[in-house]
T-cell receptor
Framework: SQTIHQWPATLVQPVGSPLSLECTVE??????LYWYRQAAGRGLQLLFYSVGIGQISSEVPQNLSASRPQDRQFILSSKKLLLSDSGFYLCAWKAGANVLTFGAGSRLTVL | GQQLNQSPQSMFIQEGEDVSMNCTSSSIFNTWLWYKQDPGEGPVLLIALYKAGELTSNGRLTAQFGITRKDSFLNISASIPSDVGIYFCAGGNAGGTSYGKLTFGQGTILTVHP
């Protein structure tokens, strides 16, 4: 069966520090992968998606970047965090016809 | 871009009551999904709808894909305390340049009082 893992689960970082959130998928090959951000327990905003290794599409201009160094690995990064980067970050993969399966999320607090 | 309007934003109900929430869109979707999110977790798929007019049930949950393809509703019958959480609608379009991306509503926070 397919599983999706995100880590770390919780992260507290100072303003200006770098960020790396990792997401890996098991049990499938060449998945479409997505990073969403959720602010204050409300709606999900699509940040990046990838349809293959090295391919990244950005949905909104921001202080973050994404990379896909391996088929089942998706990384969200920042060189210098802002206060506004705080939030709940969710990785997802396309599990079927227009169905996304989400990881457990990574909660980032920038102080 | 596409936007989904989900209502109500929050609901406070007694255990045993029925719940209804809905989503409307300014654009057409060919897929409507309903997710539930528990605190500190990722959203979990409840129901997927792929055809205009489709009515689908999953236990006490029933969802419909609006005939105009611009709306969907979710009903929960005989609510129980474990129904507490945030419910999200999401719309998507298969194929082309959509790449499986989903647009989400802002969520309905459901509180169930025993």
């Amino acid at each position: 069966s397919q599983t999706i893992h995100q880590w770390p689960a919780t992260l507290v970082q100072p303003v200006g520090s770098p960020l790396s959130l990792e997401c890996t998928v098991e049990g499938t090959s060449n998945p479409n992968l997505y990073w969403y951000r959720q602010a204050a327990g409300r709606g999900l905003q699509l940040l990046f998606y990838s349809v293959g290794i090295g391919q990244i599409s950005s949905e909104v201009p921001q202080n973050l970047s994404a990379s896909r160094p391996q088929d089942r690995q998706f990384i969200l990064s920042s060189k210098k965090l802002l206060l506004s980067d705080s939030g709940f970050y969710l990785c997802a993969w396309k599990a079927g016809a227009n169905v996304l399966t989400f990881g457990a999320g990574s909660r980032l607090t920038v102080l | 871009g596409q936007q989904l309007n989900q209502s109500p934003q929050s609901m406070f109900i007694q255990e045993g009551e029925d719940v209804s929430m809905n989503c409307t869109s300014s654009s057409i979707f060919n897929t409507w999904l309903w997710y539930k999110q528990d605190p500190g977790e990722g959203p979990v798929l409840l129901i997927a709808l792929y055809k205009a007019g489709e009515l689908t049930s999953n236990g006490r949950l029933t969802a419909q894909f609006g005939i105009t393809r611009k709306d969907s509703f979710l009903n929960i019958s005989a609510s129980i305390p474990s129904d507490v959480g945030i419910y999200f609608c999401a719309g998507g379009n298969a194929g082309g340049t959509s790449y499986g991306k989903l647009t989400f509503g802002q969520g309905t926070i459901l509180t169930v009082h025993p």
